[in-house]
């Protein structure tokens, strides 16, 4: 078939939303975090954990980090409880009870008794600039940079939809 005028502004049309299809779609790609951007920092296994998780899970996994260390530095232990995964909560209910002489075995009234955050902490706690979220089934690890720009790794559990926090800190990685 001949190339006709009308042809030509199709074919060029083509082009060129295909070239801008692939230029949002990489631009899409690169905006979600991304362990390797930390890798000059460290060289911890757990960048390669599992795999990369996506933008939309890597912004709820930070929400429920941040909440968790918000709560915690505000020593608002009913609400630091809710962001606790429940493999981790049996844990410090099954401690309370066998461990301690506590009147109520919970989950806040253990933090309380037994959890004191120093103000470095505090302060530590409310910054986190999350780069990735590594994940591998129901389990993931948030690598954040904190305040001092020291890299972190939370672990997490999938509890149905959502993330909870799987440890009461976070583990230093660099």
């Known amino acids: 078939m001949p190339l006709t005028w009308e042809r030509g502004k199709w074919l060029v049309t083509a082009l060129v939303a295909a070239a801008l299809g692939a230029a949002l779609l990489a631009a899409c790609g690169s905006s979600a975090g991304s362990s390797d ?5 460290t060289d911890s296994g757990l960048l390669d954990f ?17 909440s968790f260390f918000l709560a915690r530095s505000r020593e608002d232990w009913t609400a630091t409880c809710a962001q606790l995964s ?20 919970s989950c806040p009234a253990f933090l309380e008794a037994f959890l ?14 999350a ?10 690890f948030l690598i954040y940079s904190g305040a001092d720009e020291t ?16 440890s009461l800190s976070s583990k230093r990685l660099s």
């Open 37 to 41: 951007q930390l890798r000059d920092k």
């Open 50 to 66: 599992g795999e990369e998780g996506g933008s939309a899970e890597l912004k709820e996994a930070t929400e429920v980090v941040h």
């Open 86 to 105: 429940q493999a981790l909560l049996s844990k410090i209910e099954r401690l309370a009870i066998s461990s301690t002489q506590l009147k109520d075995p």
């Open 116 to 129: 004191s955050i120093s103000e470095q902490e505090r302060r530590a706690g409310t910054v986190i600039d």
């Open 131 to 140: 780069a990735s979220l590594r994940q591998q089934g129901a389990k993931a």
């Open 151 to 166: 890299v972190y790794a939370m672990p997490l559990s999938k509890e149905g939809d959502a993330w909870r926090v799987d």
